[in-house]
């Protein structure tokens, strides 16, 4: 097991389906999106007082294999980056209480110390230098497609979307077009960022030499090419980590989650599994909406986004589930703007109350947060919740209110994505 901020961090990931999906795709770790978060095993090592204790065999494993302590207060203060234009190793300290400009500081800025480069090293030319980087491994023999377009509009691995004569895969072919213009764009080398390649990118889009070139069988771009190129771009926006998304903004979002439910203090509700059945019921439909409005965001409420989170922490459940009730691999978008999810959560208001004769936003669980301080229940309801998903709607109707949560064992991760074989990605990296 990993360390406290670790397994954090791997929640936050996994709480984004898709891009989780896609990373493990890409690396080769499909083994390791099947296991899931071991809820048992974390909440083993959980105390009464909620502190986290690693045994020491875990300590050591993660030590040796990553040279890294467990306590972030052992860590390094400094780390070191590739610079984006000479590619110089630079040891950039993690903060800078001076004028803010450490890697983790939010005006990060350092300049290349190598005398004949000078570049700025900051967010935007480290993004540039990753997508660089992707389209290397594009243009190389391997031919490994880029980030975001690697699952199909419906986020599934899907062999037939891979066509060079389908629109999904414009953004490799058109990258692999214009890749000389796209490695010099910017004004100036030292300072050139993703912001240069995107305007590159739309002036060659407003040329269309490309689509006249005769390369691709289509002349015009239909809504899944559009949706392939914003999706690939969006994987290197403020974003130079390897992975397909920032994992920062990431955490820092599913806090605010984590801090809501706190406040609630739903763990210590009396009424707890009647709590859970009404959400995994809300759940459903939740998911049943989702399917019957393609066009429309669904938002869900704080219980049902509890079991949402809660079957995402197994991949290949959720995926089967997903992929089962819709048809696709849904995905969990919590970077929403405020007024557009306003709007949206309006909209699945009314909707809800019409197709249910019920008030969406009354919420069970928050009716039933009652304080009980009491040690007597185990940890992981996520399991719970988990086994009263899979269960028929009879079953769940007939569970007597005094049943007792009980920790149950790691869930039995299903096979991964039917044709998710490593042969459907050519040159994946690994």
Same mark, same amino acid.
């Given at each position: 097991?990993?360390?406290?901020?670790? %397994?954090?961090?791997?929640? =936050?990931?996994?709480?984004?389906?898709?891009?989780?999906?896609?990373?493990?795709?890409?690396? #080769?770790?499909?083994?390791?999106?099947? !296991?899931?978060?071991?809820?048992?095993?974390?909440?083993?090592?959980?105390?009464?007082?909620?502190?986290?204790?690693?045994?020491?065999?875990? &300590?050591?494993?993660?030590?040796?294999? $990553?040279?890294?302590?467990?306590?972030?207060?052992? @860590?390094?203060?400094?780390? !070191?980056?590739?610079?984006?234009? @000479?590619?110089?190793?630079?040891?950039?300290?993690? $903060?800078?209480?001076?004028?803010?400009? +450490?890697?983790?500081?939010?005006?990060?800025?350092?300049?290349?110390? /190598?005398?004949?480069?000078?570049?700025?090293?900051?967010?935007?030319?480290?993004?540039?230098?990753?997508?660089?980087?992707?389209? /290397?491994?594009? $243009?190389?023999?391997?031919?490994?497609?880029?980030?975001?377009?690697? %699952?199909?509009?419906?986020?599934?691995?899907?062999?037939?979307?891979?066509?060079?004569?389908?629109?999904?895969?414009?953004?490799?072919?058109?990258?692999?077009?214009?890749?000389?213009?796209?490695? $010099?764009? +910017?004004?100036?080398?030292?300072?050139?960022?993703?912001?240069? &390649?995107?305007?590159?990118?739309?002036?060659?889009?407003?040329?269309?030499?490309?689509?006249?070139? #005769?390369?691709?069988?289509?002349?015009?771009?239909?809504?899944?090419?559009?949706?392939?190129?914003?999706?690939?771009?969006?994987?290197?926006?403020? /974003?130079?980590?390897?992975?397909?998304?920032?994992?920062? #903004?990431?955490?820092?979002?599913? +806090? !605010?989650?984590?801090?809501?439910?706190?406040?609630?203090?739903?763990?210590?509700?009396?009424?707890?599994?009647?709590?859970?059945?009404?959400?995994?019921?809300?759940?459903?439909?939740?998911?049943?909406?989702?399917?019957?409005?393609?066009?429309?965001?669904?938002?869900?409420?704080?219980?049902?986004?509890?079991?949402?989170?809660?079957?995402?922490? /197994?991949?290949?459940?959720?995926?089967?589930?997903?992929?089962?009730?819709?048809?696709?691999?849904?995905?969990?978008?919590?970077?929403?703007?405020? =007024?557009?999810?306003?709007?949206?959560?309006?909209?699945?208001?009314?909707?809800?109350?019409?197709?249910?004769?019920?008030?969406?936003?009354?919420?069970?669980?928050?009716?039933?947060?009652?304080?009980?301080?009491?040690?007597?229940?185990?940890?992981? &309801?996520?399991?719970?919740?988990?086994?009263?998903?899979?269960?028929?709607?009879?079953?769940?109707?007939?569970?007597?209110?005094? =049943?007792?949560?009980?920790?149950?064992? @790691?869930?039995?991760? +299903?096979?991964?994505?039917?044709?998710?074989?490593?042969?459907?990605?050519?040159?994946?990296?690994?």
């Amino acid at each position: 097991m990993p360390p406290l901020d670790v %397994l954090m961090v791997w929640h =936050a990931f996994i709480l984004n389906p898709r891009c989780f999906l896609e990373d493990c795709y890409r690396a #080769g770790k499909i083994d390791f999106w099947r !296991t899931g978060l071991p809820w048992s095993v974390i909440d083993s090592l959980i105390s009464e007082g909620f502190d986290y204790n690693l045994p020491i065999i875990a &300590i050591n494993n993660f030590q040796a294999n $990553t040279s890294l302590s467990v306590e972030n207060l052992d @860590c390094p203060d400094s780390i !070191t980056v590739n610079c984006p234009v @000479c590619s110089n190793l630079i040891r950039i300290p993690m $903060t800078n209480s001076r004028d803010s400009t +450490g890697y983790a500081d939010s005006k990060f800025s350092q300049i290349c110390p /190598n005398s004949a480069c000078q570049a700025v090293v900051n967010i935007d030319t480290l993004s540039r230098a990753k997508f660089l980087q992707a389209l /290397n491994r594009l $243009t190389s023999p391997a031919g490994t497609p880029l980030p975001g377009t690697v %699952l199909d509009i419906d986020g599934k691995p899907n062999a037939e979307v891979m066509l060079p004569s389908k629109t999904w895969m414009f953004p490799n072919q058109f990258c692999i077009y214009i890749q000389n213009s796209l490695r $010099t764009c +910017g004004p100036n080398f030292r300072t050139a960022d993703l912001n240069d &390649i995107k305007v590159e990118m739309d002036r060659s889009l407003k040329n269309r030499k490309f689509l006249k070139s #005769g390369i691709v069988p289509y002349r015009h771009l239909d809504r899944e090419g559009k949706v392939s190129f914003r999706r690939m771009m969006s994987r290197f926006w403020s /974003n130079p980590s390897p992975f397909s998304i920032h994992l920062v #903004g990431a955490v820092v979002r599913q +806090g !605010t989650f984590v801090e809501k439910m706190a406040e609630i203090d739903w763990l210590h509700s009396p009424a707890i599994v009647d709590t859970i059945e009404a959400a995994v019921g809300k759940f459903e439909r939740f998911m049943d909406m989702i399917k019957s409005h393609p066009g429309r965001c669904v938002v869900p409420t704080l219980n049902v986004d509890l079991v949402w989170h809660t079957l995402m922490g /197994n991949p290949s459940s959720y995926w089967k589930y997903s992929i089962g009730v819709t048809g696709k691999f849904i995905g969990h978008d919590d970077k929403i703007e405020e =007024a557009m999810l306003g709007e949206a959560f309006a909209w699945t208001c009314q909707k809800y109350q019409k197709l249910y004769n019920e008030p969406y936003s009354e919420s069970k669980m928050t009716r039933h947060m009652l304080v009980l301080r009491s040690n007597t229940l185990s940890l992981p &309801i996520h399991d719970e919740a988990l086994l009263l998903l899979k269960a028929s709607p009879n079953a769940r109707r007939s569970r007597p209110k005094s =049943a007792h949560i009980r920790p149950l064992g @790691c869930p039995n991760p +299903g096979q991964g994505p039917e044709g998710a074989a490593e042969s459907l990605l050519p040159g994946a990296d690994r």
